[in-house]
C-alpha cells in the first residue's frame, strides 16, 4: 500500500484509539445517521438513547430491503486499496470518520463508487412505503455529512457527487433486487437516471445531492451543542410526524396526545 492509505489506517487507529465517553448520554462517538435524526425531530434523537429502540415492522422491513439491494461482503484493507485505486469505476464502501465542530463522528455511506482512489459518486438508499419523489432534509444532510468526513479523511473530493435513492421494494423482482446498485450506479455515471425512473414506474426516485462542505458544516454546528451538553434538545412542530414517531405514546414533547 502506498504512503497516503498506511497514513489513512494510523490516523484511523488513533481516532479510534481516542474515544472516551464524553458526549451527552456516555457516548463514544456520534453517528452521522443520529446528527441527521435530529434535523426530523430532536426529541425522537433523544428518546432513543434515553429509552432504547423500539422495533417496529416497518423498520424491520426497510431493514431487510436495505440489506438485500445493497449485500454486503467484507474484504481486507490490501483488498479495498487495489479495487478502488483502479481507473475504471469500482464499487467498495469504507467507515468515515473526523472530528467536526467538537464532535467524534464516524459513519457508514451505503454505496460509494471510486476511480483512481477517489470518491466520484456517494449514494444512499432509504427504502419508503410512501412517495420516493419526496427527499427530506434529514436525508440530504445525512450524505453531505459523509461527503464532508471523506473529505477531512484526505481523499480528493473535487469530483465527488452524490444522490440519494428512494425505493419501493414491493413492485422490484429477484432480479430487479439482485442488481439494484449495479444499475442505479450505472445510470448515475451515464446520467440516465431519469429512463431508469420511469422503467420503474414511480417505484423508486434518484435524488441528486450536491455536495456543500460549508453546508454540511453548518449542519454539524447547528446540532453539535445538544451533543456537548450545552443545550436540551428541541422538538418537532410537525403533528404528522408525532403521529407516525415509535415513541408517541410516552414522548413528553408529543403533538399526537396533546391533540
Known amino acids: 500500500m502506498g504512503t497516503f492509505w498506511e497514513?489513512?489506517?494510523?490516523?484511523?487507529?488513533?481516532?479510534?484509539?481516542?474515544?472516551?465517553p464524553?458526549?451527552?448520554?456516555?457516548?463514544y462517538f456520534i453517528g452521522v445517521s443520529d446528527i441527521a435524526s435530529q434535523f426530523y425531530c430532536e426529541y425522537k434523537a433523544?428518546?432513543?438513547?434515553?429509552?432504547?429502540?423500539?422495533?417496529?415492522?416497518?423498520?424491520?422491513?426497510?431493514?431487510?430491503?436495505?440489506?438485500?439491494?445493497?449485500?454486503g461482503v467484507e474484504i481486507t484493507a490490501d483488498e479495498?486499496?487495489?479495487l478502488v485505486s483502479k481507473e475504471e469505476p469500482s464499487?467498495?464502501?469504507l467507515r468515515v470518520w473526523g472530528w467536526v465542530d467538537g464532535l467524534r463522528i464516524i459513519g457508514m455511506p451505503d454505496h460509494i463508487v471510486w476511480s483512481s482512489g477517489r470518491p466520484v459518486w456517494l449514494v444512499e438508499l432509504k427504502t419508503t412505503k410512501g412517495d420516493p419523489n419526496t427527499?427530506?432534509?434529514?436525508?440530504m444532510i445525512q450524505t453531505r455529512i459523509y461527503g464532508l468526513l471523506l473529505e477531512e479523511m484526505g481523499f480528493d473530493c473535487s469530483m465527488l457527487k452524490m444522490a440519494v435513492v428512494k425505493v419501493r421494494g414491493h413492485g422490484l423482482?429477484?432480479?430487479?433486487?439482485?442488481?439494484?446498485?449495479q444499475?442505479?450506479?450505472?445510470?448515475?455515471?451515464?446520467?440516465?437516471?431519469?429512463?431508469?425512473e420511469s422503467v420503474y414506474g414511480g417505484l423508486m426516485k434518484a435524488h441528486i445531492v450536491t455536495y456543500d462542505k460549508v453546508k454540511a458544516l453548518e449542519s454539524v454546528a447547528a446540532k453539535s451543542g445538544y451533543w456537548m451538553g450545552q443545550r436540551e434538545a428541541t422538538s418537532s412542530e410537525s403533528i404528522r410526524k408525532c403521529h407516525a414517531c415509535e415513541y408517541n405514546s410516552t414522548c413528553l414533547k408529543s403533538l399526537d396526545r396533546q391533540s
Open 173 to 181: 423482482s429477484d432480479d430487479d433486487r439482485r442488481q439494484w446498485m
Open 46 to 71: 433523544e428518546n432513543k438513547f434515553a429509552l432504547g429502540e423500539i422495533p417496529t415492522e416497518a423498520k424491520k422491513e426497510g431493514t431487510e430491503l436495505h440489506d438485500e439491494l445493497i449485500p
Open 91 to 93: 464499487y467498495a464502501v
Open 80 to 82: 479495498f486499496v487495489r
Open 22 to 27: 464524553e458526549f451527552r448520554h456516555g457516548t
Open 135 to 139: 427527499l427530506w432534509d434529514d436525508q
Open 7 to 20: 497514513d489513512l489506517w494510523r490516523r484511523e487507529e488513533g481516532f479510534m484509539a481516542s474515544a472516551k
Open 183 to 196: 444499475r442505479v450506479s450505472e445510470a448515475l455515471m451515464s446520467g440516465t437516471t431519469t429512463e431508469l
